[in-house]
């Protein structure tokens, strides 16, 4: 039977004290050991932040590729092996401004993949720039009279793109947050959670009092249904004296976009032979990859 050690990494957390990924990195550990989903059979890819060097800080099949890209590599990896489960785990700079392509596209093509945002409302990693969930007026060292941008809504952009799976979690709530991991990750489709992440380093004003006072859960609250798309897509509007956290939608399971791929309906590209390359070019190809 899998425990948490059998996730344990080897490399020593460069992570400030505090830091709401801890709670992240525990609750992904969870999730896998309660879904029994060993080290070699997950695929996390990250792209560039504080929270992306958490491959490093697992026993896991890590990837921790460029900024913005961790979605690319991600549905490079499902249609190559569609076997693998694949998960990103990427900041909120990451995923809604360099990424923000890779992000609507990913949602709307039903890409397997569980994408975890690490939302912290500012580039920590770079010392406390305004990002694209910082509210309006934040003040940082690239907003000094306030940023004038509007946030981004990350819950109400992947609904409207086509997600059949968005949730938003909190790292304070560890079982709460392992709990929508896994959840996503038997989702048969794209699954974001947008996670509630205390920067205590560079955004003091979202720290753990402010959100351990507001967070609620949707499934607690009576009457909410998750598969009202149009009900979801309201509640994703809701943030301030309370702010939801859960499963704000889930639609029909929907064909994903690799069993949809003409190419790869005689299965994962990896189980395909080479036939249609000359010894030549295969030895090429093992050259360079060597
Ligand atoms: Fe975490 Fe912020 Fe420190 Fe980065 S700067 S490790 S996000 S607390």
Request: net charge neutral; proline share 7%; hydrophobic share 35%.
């Amino acid at each position: 039977m899998l425990t948490r050690k059998d996730f344990a990494g080897r490399e020593r957390s460069t992570w400030c004290r505090g830091c709401g990924n801890f709670g992240i990195l525990n609750a992904i550990k969870l999730a896998l050991v309660e879904h029994d989903i060993p080290p070699h059979e997950i695929f996390i890819v990250t792209g560039i932040g504080c929270g992306s060097k958490l491959p490093h800080y697992m026993k896991v099949t890590g990837y921790h590729t460029l900024h913005g890209r961790a979605l690319a590599i991600a549905t490079g990896a499902r249609l190559a092996n569609h076997r693998l489960r694949v998960m990103t785990v990427h900041g909120d700079g990451d995923a809604y401004a360099e990424g923000m392509a890779h992000f609507i596209h990913a949602a709307r093509r039903n890409v397997r993949i569980v994408d975890l945002v690490q939302d912290n409302r500012i580039y920590g990693l770079t010392r406390g720039q305004y990002s694209p969930t910082s509210e309006r007026g934040k003040r940082t060292p690239t907003s000094p009279e306030g940023a004038i941008d509007r946030p981004v809504n990350p819950l109400a952009l992947a609904i409207t793109a086509g997600a059949t799976f968005v949730a938003r979690g909190y790292s304070g709530e560890l079982k709460h947050l392992a709990w929508l991991i896994g959840e996503a990750l038997e989702h048969p489709g794209y699954g974001l959670i947008d996670t509630l992440q205390p920067c205590v380093t560079w955004n003091r004003s979202y720290a753990y009092d402010f959100y351990n006072k507001r967070v609620y859960k949707l499934e607690e609250e009576p009457g909410y249904d998750p598969t009202d798309r149009a009900g979801a897509w309201e509640k994703t509007q809701e943030w301030g004296e309370r702010i939801p956290i859960g499963i704000f939608y889930r639609g029909e399971p929907a064909p994903t976009y690799e069993e949809q791929v003409p190419a790869l309906r005689a299965g994962p590209l990896v189980e395909q032979p080479l036939e249609r390359l000359r010894p030549d070019q295969i030895e090429k190809l093992r050259a360079e990859i060597a």
